[in-house]
């Protein structure tokens, strides 16, 4: 079945490419009072037709622009025939509006969530966190954007002119079956070593082509998959400057000609395009395919081109080894697809450690496959952006240099961060962002207090 349909995406991928399918831009919402609708759709693909999930449409979610002290508050209107939860990935909130698994959305109802921007600026995201069915719900197009804007992001001369030289681009791959849709039917199989697509979309559309003029452009990119680790690069080894991470902007930008991001982070980068450019955004699967994702083509128009900044304003976590509590946290994959963190599978009912506000940590995580079960993990924790100290005993690359809240965990690797909470008390989750892993119990909570 997977050969015949990648046959056909082959063929089909011939003929798309010699149309012009110009990539969505996701809608962009702002303001104090934010309406989300969380309702089911469809979408139309070359093979057929799938059913989804959206907010305020058919597939994925409008972008949320914000800024740095701004107050929100939210209507979110429950549509679907099924509870469902949105949390904020990335966005220290109080507890109580975190959207983890404890505040659902009751079908037919209305969340009215409310919490002031404390962060500085960055790319977030928003997506459902509902116990056991994240990753059903994520893959069938409930996920958004979430950028913050502040006065330092304001003032730098690059690109921000949303949909025009600033650039959304969530990746995610789909697996399309020989009815042409996709269809969330994961086996044991994909929720140990992860549930792979066929194809890859772009906001939601498959081979989009995005026309440009010459110049410079930022894409803020997004692993928005279930359980796939992407290698983005372009077709013509075009060299980009990586300018942020997850927790915003790094300390040093870094050249290169490709990244490796893991499901839920996210990176902005600075690519210059001269006139008559032609090349593809390339999305290759860890340990699977890889596709030629978007088509980019330029115009013999000149537009705006940027110097790319070297260094940028950025605070990391100030920690102390001597003198900063300790904790370690081992991501276990065990047989019959049991996954545990430390020993323990989620419990709604059980608060794993407890720790005063105003405090920072120094967590160790440690990936420990059992036995054939080496697969790789990744580490998110609610309501903070933290620093990475070392990899494998070692200072990380220039990719972690900067704050994040998501990051990947290969077979046997040893990652330590510095971690701090801020202003806000209750009960937040730590988690793989593996949405097979976490839904089949590789979650814990902590208490701030």
């Known amino acids: 079945m997977k ?3 990648l046959i056909l995406f082959s063929i089909l991928s011939f003929t798309l490419f010699s149309q012009d399918r110009t990539l969505p831009i996701p809608k962009l919402v702002s303001g104090d009072n934010i309406k989300l609708n969380i309702q089911h759709g469809s979408i139309n693909l070359p093979f057929g037709v799938s059913k989804t999930m959206g907010f305020n449409g058919d597939y ?39 959207g983890g698994p404890h505040q659902i959305i009751g079908k037919g109802t209305v969340w009215e969530p409310e919490f002031k921007i404390i962060q500085s600026a960055s790319t977030l995201w928003y997506h459902p966190h509902l116990m056991g069915k994240t990753g059903e719900h994520v893959y069938n197009g409930l996920a958004g954007l979430f950028i913050i804007n502040d ?205 005063p506000v105003d405090s920072t940590e120094i967590w160790t995580i440690k990936n420990i496959g059992f036995g054939m079960m080496q697969v790789p993990h990744s580490f998110h924790v609610h309501d903070t952006q933290f620093s990475v100290i070392s990899v494998n005993d070692k200072k990380p690359g220039a990719l972690y240099s900067g704050l994040k809240d998501t990051i990947l965990i290969m077979p046997g690797d040893k990652v330590e961060i510095a971690v701090n909470f801020i202003e806000y008390l209750g009960k937040y989750m730590y988690h793989c962002h593996f949405l097979e892993h976490e839904d089949s119990g590789m979650m814990g909570q902590f208490l701030v207090e």
């Open 3 to 5: 050969l015949k349909s």
């Open 151 to 355: 006065d330092y992001s304001k003032s730098l001369k690059i690109p921000k002119d949303y949909g025009v030289n600033d650039i959304p681009i969530i990746l995610q791959d789909r697996d399309i079956d020989r009815n042409g849709s996709f269809v969330y039917s994961p086996n044991m199989h994909d929720e140990v070593f992860g549930y792979f697509g066929n194809i890859i979309l772009v906001n939601g559309a498959f081979e989009p082509v995005l026309n440009i003029n010459a110049g410079t452009y930022r894409f803020r990119v997004l692993n928005g998959s279930n359980s796939s680790i992407f290698r983005v690069r372009f077709s013509n080894d075009k060299k980009f400057t990586v300018i942020a991470g997850d927790g915003g902007f790094l300390p040093k930008s870094l050249s290169t000609s490709e990244i490796i991001i893991s499901p839920g982070e996210r990176y902005e980068i600075l690519t210059d395009f001269d006139t008559d450019d032609e090349s593809f955004l390339i999305t290759d699967i860890y340990g699977g395919s890889s596709f030629k994702s978007m088509k980019i083509v330029t115009s013999n128009r000149e537009g705006v081109f940027y110097t790319h900044p070297e260094t940028f304003l950025s605070k990391p976590v100030e920690y102390n080894q001597k003198s900063n509590t300790k904790r370690e946290f081992l991501m276990e994959t065990q047989m019959m697809g049991r996954f545990t963190i430390n020993g323990k599978a989620m419990s709604m009912d059980r608060v794993d450690f407890s720790l």
């Open 60 to 98: 994925l979610g409008p972008t949320i622009m914000v800024n740095k002290d701004e107050f929100l508050s939210f209507k979110i209107n429950n549509d679907l025939n099924e509870d469902t939860t949105v949390h904020w990935h990335g966005l220290r909130v109080p507890a109580e509006y975190d």
